[in-house]
C-alpha cells in the first residue's frame, strides 16, 4: 500500500462522509456570511473557490436595524429569457448570476456551503463533527482489505456505512424541525 493509495483512500472516505452529512446537516459545513457587492450592467459574479453550494441570498442582513429579505432563485435555463422586473438569481458554476441584470449597485449577502479539502499531509485538519472521523479508519481498512482480495472487506465497509449513518441520525436530532411529519394533535379539534 502507497502513501499515495493512503490519501486517495481518505479523501474518497471524507468526501463520501462529508456528502452524506450534507444531506441532513447542511449548517455544518455552511460558510459565514459572505458579502457581494452588485454593480450595476453586471449580470454575473464570481464565487469561492471552494464553492460547491448556494445555502441562502439575501438583500439585506437580518439584524435588529434591518431585515434582508432572501432573493428568490431561478433555474439558468430560465434566467436567459426572463424578461420580469422582479430580481432573482441564479448559479452557472461558481457564478451567481442576477436577473434582470441590475440597473443600480446594491449589496447583497450569501452563504455557501464549502466544497471538500482534499487532504494532503498528515498535519491538514479535519473539521468534521462529533468525532466523524473515527469512520475513516473503516474505509481505509475497507480500501486495504479490498487491494488485498480479503473478504473481511465487506465488513469494514459495513461498519463505515453504520457510522455514518449514526452521524447522520445525531445530526437530524439538531434540528428544529419535526422528526416526522404528519396530523398534529392540535387539528383534530
Known amino acids: 500500500i502507497t502513501v499515495a493509495d493512503k490519501f486517495s483512500w481518505l479523501n474518497e472516505a471524507l468526501a463520501l462522509l462529508r456528502n452524506k452529512l450534507n444531506l441532513s446537516n447542511t449548517e455544518y459545513f455552511v460558510s459565514t456570511t459572505q458579502t457581494l457587492s452588485v454593480v450595476a450592467s453586471t449580470a454575473e459574479y464570481q464565487l469561492p473557490s471552494d464553492f460547491a453550494d448556494i445555502t441562502e441570498v439575501t438583500d439585506g442582513l437580518n439584524t435588529t436595524t434591518t431585515t434582508g429579505d432572501a432573493v428568490p432563485f431561478m433555474a439558468v435555463s430560465k434566467a436567459l429569457a426572463y424578461d420580469g422586473d422582479v430580481t432573482h438569481y441564479y448559479l452557472r458554476g461558481r457564478y451567481l448570476g442576477v436577473v434582470p441584470t441590475p440597473t443600480v449597485a446594491t449589496t447583497w449577502y450569501y452563504r455557501y456551503r464549502k466544497n471538500v479539502t482534499r487532504v494532503t499531509s498528515l498535519g491538514d485538519y479535519l473539521d468534521l463533527p ?32 453504520d457510522q455514518v449513518n449514526l452521524y447522520i441520525q445525531s445530526s437530524v436530532k439538531r434540528d428544529n424541525d419535526m422528526a416526522s411529519w404528519g396530523i398534529m394533535s392540535e387539528s383534530n379539534t
Not at 473503516?138 to 459495513?158: G, H, N, V
Open 130 to 161: 462529533d468525532g466523524a472521523f473515527f469512520s475513516l479508519k473503516s474505509w481505509m481498512l475497507f480500501r486495504a482489505k479490498s487491494k488485498f482480495t480479503d473478504p473481511s472487506a465487506a465488513t469494514y465497509y459495513q461498519e463505515f456505512s
